[in-house]
């Protein structure tokens, strides 16, 4: 069974319409990309090497082995950038470090900068 297209609107008063439509000029405002945040950890002397790859594992879904070379670089530049996140989600993962590390009597800082 063949169906014959149907016409949208009938042209019956011989007018020579070519069927093209106006475009809308209305804009739309152009939103703003929230700003970013860095997520760093701070290096200490106290809080384990093993405790440090375990926060980054566990909060920031990063893989054993990256973990293990992001805490190597807190250890030994200082500090390390973990993420980039809005600031809600920054502003989260901060409180969640520090509250799990204090929870387990760990010194481990962890803060945020606008990037």
């Known amino acids: 069974m063949t169906l014959a297209p149907q016409l949208m609107a009938d042209n019956d008063d011989g007018s020579n319409d070519d069927g093209d439509v106006g475009l809308a000029l209305k804009t ?3 939103t703003k990309r ?5 997520v760093m950890l701070l ?4 809080t ?12 920031f879904g990063i ?3 990256q973990a293990t070379e992001i805490m190597l670089t807190v250890h030994k530049k200082g ?8 600031f809600e989600i920054a502003e989260t993962k901060v409180h969640q ?3 799990f590390s204090r929870r ?9 900068e606008k990037e």
């Open 79 to 86: 500090l390390a950038v973990v993420g980039v996140f809005p």
């Open 34 to 38: 929230p700003p970013l945040y860095k």
């Open 63 to 65: 893989g054993h082995g």
């Open 28 to 30: 739309r405002p152009k």
């Open 43 to 46: 290096n200490d002397d106290y």
């Open 104 to 112: 387990h009597q760990h010194p481990l800082q962890c803060t945020m």
């Open 48 to 59: 384990p090497m093993e405790f440090v790859v375990l926060v980054l594992e566990r909060f």
């Open 97 to 99: 470090v520090m509250d």
